[in-house]
């Protein structure tokens, strides 16, 4: 081999190096950004579940308590430019492949390239936040607005059905991946002990089952506005949340769907540590 081919594979290894390192850091400050919404969502959830007030149990509700506190502004472009990061972290994934063997497959570059779509839409809406803007407004009225628009398209129903049945389905398939530990496979084990296994096991299932039970209630209210053709039927985080206020199980079902949440937010946490990326 010439000293050419040596140089230009020396190139190559920095490259992939420096790429690696950038896309492990994108990760992980995306993985923390998703962790604080979801553990003061969780939070904000628990207060109205034992008959406290105040912000809204959704991403404007956590970053309406953010900017409440000090040095809440300079918190607030912290979370933005996280949640910009796990978008980068996904466009990386689709354009390049995730890890692991399968990491490259066209079905795992398209799931990635959906969960940049999502995130540059959540950093937007956290950026403008915090530019002041107000960050389009709620998840319950951002959610009507987007059902009675597409309910006025041409086979609105249908579409507005089927994205509900849509996440009613990735609710469940949440659920059941976390109780089956899926995440396992994207972990680095062999860095943990025992007893942290165990606690990020506890905080992976019981987050996992809480956030797909809300994807698929809220997936549920969209098929129901599609059914009675009613937008104000379609229910965003926070209307979501308090709904299971009205079964007969009460407070206690929101209770335990914001620990749930609560415990997501600290599984993301693991996830920035020993995510493999």
Wanted: proline content about 2%; charged content about 20%; hydrophobic content about 50%.
């Amino acid at each position: 081999m010439n000293a050419d081919a040596v140089a230009r594979r020396g190139r190559l290894r920095a490259r992939r190096a420096a790429t690696g390192s950038m896309r492990e850091g994108a990760a992980k400050a995306g993985l923390v950004a998703r962790g604080v919404i979801y553990v003061l969502v969780g939070v904000l959830a628990t207060r109205i579940a034992f008959g406290g007030s105040g912000h809204q149990a959704d991403r404007t509700g956590a970053l309406q308590e953010i900017s409440s506190k000090p040095f809440g502004a300079v918190l607030l472009w912290a979370l933005g430019a996280g949640v910009v990061g796990m978008a980068v972290w996904r466009l990386s994934e689709a354009l390049f492949g995730a890890a692991g063997q399968d990491g490259g497959k066209a079905s795992k570059r398209l799931l990635s390239a959906g969960r940049c779509a999502f995130y540059v839409f959540v950093a937007y809406s956290v950026l403008s936040f915090a530019a002041g803007s107000g960050g389009g407004g709620s998840s319950d009225d951002q959610s009507k607005d987007v059902t009675a628009k597409a309910l006025q398209w041409p086979g609105g129903q249908w579409i507005v059905g089927a994205a509900g049945i849509a996440a009613a389905v990735a609710g469940v398939w949440i659920g059941v991946r976390a109780v089956l530990r899926k995440y396992h496979k994207h972990l680095k084990l062999g860095e943990m002990s025992r007893r942290t296994r165990q606690l990020v096991d506890i905080s992976g299932v019981a987050g996992g089952v809480a956030r797909g039970l809300v994807f698929a209630a809220a997936g549920a209210f969209a098929v129901r506005a599609a059914v009675d053709y009613e937008p104000d039927k379609a229910k965003g985080m926070d209307d979501t949340l308090r709904s299971f206020t009205e079964t007969p199980m009460g407070p206690w079902l929101l209770a335990c769907v914001a620990v749930g949440l609560v415990l997501f937010g600290l599984f993301s946490f693991a996830l920035a540590r020993w995510r493999k990326v």
